[in-house]
């Protein structure tokens, strides 16, 4: 395929970079966690689900405002009538519509906000690891403890969305992802996303869509639990609910070829996807409750979440660095997880932290 073509538009004041390859009918992709249209194409597994799509359609992708090549000065804010106003802008840009638009994870509600005050410019309305609204991702505290990690401890806090995010990937898939976050990002700009992200709320919109939107989400999703899915496609008028199988919240990674197969059939594309690699996610126990944590471990992983270091925390309780070590190798073994930035993740994720 060639190589995408770059634009940049204007909404509301506000710079919006916008992308297309491929060829055919447009469609319109919304959404992913730190969009920059040059670096996720750079990104192989990426690259190749966008150039699977282009095969049959004008694949046109954008960087929400504030975000990636439409950095403008001002930050990312909770404000779906900006989100959507974006959207709207390339929709115009590139033809006016209708176009089928694939709006996944925190894109959902962008997509479903324009689609129910614009359904003259909305084809198909596929919806991805979405949500309606953004607190219920997960609780407050744990919501407050994320954006905190990812603020204060940006390192730490790239590497557990990395592991949150694409837990079936390889380590050096993990590592490049965790890379690509503080290029995209820095702390401050990618906490603002994150609580823009736990902000947005389409809920009274719902009713609003024209019916027959196809909602997708995967069993085991980490970032965004699959009951807000099915929630969503409950409220949605005459939606259909698809379960796929798989912990990856990003579609490119785990069984993509299925995934596709899916949103294949959900644009009305009769070729199936050509085979791409799969990961795996790596070996480990069965994760146990989380209760199962003994006062110790949570002591620890506390400090672990804080940036610690091992020697660190020993100093801090009195103990070994191997004892410290240990209690960490328990705490993952336990959750059945790979890493320590891992762990943080799912223990905030549960409300430990």
């Known amino acids: 395929m060639e190589e995408q073509a770059i634009r940049f538009t204007i909404a509301g ?3 919006i970079a916008w992308a297309s390859s491929g060829s055919g009918p447009p469609l319109v992709l919304s959404g992913w966690w730190m969009a920059n249209l040059e670096l996720n194409w750079r990104e192989p597994r990426f690259r190749a689900f966008v150039e ?3 095969r049959h359609r004008t694949v046109i992708r954008y960087d929400p405002p504030g975000t990636g090549l439409s950095v403008d000065g001002a930050a990312r804010v909770a ?3 900006v989100e959507a106003g974006a959207l709207g802008a390339v929709v115009e840009v590139a033809g006016g519509g209708p176009v089928d638009l694939f709006a996944g994870s925190s894109g959902a509600p962008v997509g479903i906000a324009y689609a129910a005050d614009h359904p003259d410019r909305v084809g ?3 919806l991805y690891g979405g949500y309606a609204c953004g607190s219920e991702i997960a609780d407050e505290r744990s919501r407050r403890a994320i954006v905190g990690l990812v603020r204060e401890h940006w390192g730490l806090g790239s590497r557990a969305l990395a592991d949150v995010f694409m837990p079936g990937a390889s380590a050096p898939e993990r590592e490049r992802f965790v890379e690509f976050q503080r290029q995209a990002a820095g702390a401050d700009e990618a906490a603002a996303s994150l609580e823009a992200i736990y902000g947005f709320d389409v809920s009274e919109r719902l009713a609003d869509v024209r019916p027959g939107a196809i909602v997708l989400h995967r069993r085991e999703d980490r970032a965004i639990p699959f009951g807000l899915g099915q929630n969503l496609a409950a409220a949605l008028p005459h939606a259909t609910f698809v379960a796929l199988d798989g ?3 990003f579609p490119w990674f785990g069984d993509s070829d299925q995934f596709l197969a899916v949103a ?4 009305g594309i009769e070729e199936r996807p050509s085979p791409a690699p799969r990961t795996r996610p790596a070996p480990g126990t069965t994760p146990t409750a989380a209760g199962d944590l003994t006062a110790r471990e949570t002591e620890i992983l506390t400090l672990v979440a804080t940036g610690l270091s091992d020697r660190e925390i020993a100093e801090r309780l009195v103990l070994s660095p191997h004892t410290v070590h240990r209690h960490v190798a328990n705490v993952r073994t336990k959750l059945g997880l790979p890493t320590r930035a891992a762990a943080v993740a799912a223990a905030t ?5």
Not at 264 to 267: D, N, T, Y
Request: hydrophobic share 40%; net charge negative; no cysteine.
């Open 124 to 126: 198909r309305l596929v």
């Open 247 to 249: 912990d990856d919240h």
């Open 79 to 81: 404000d779906l009538d």
């Open 13 to 15: 004041g506000r710079r």
């Open 264 to 267: 294949f059939e959900a644009l």
């Open 52 to 54: 699977a799509q282009g």
């Open 349 to 353: 994720q549960r409300g430990l932290l």
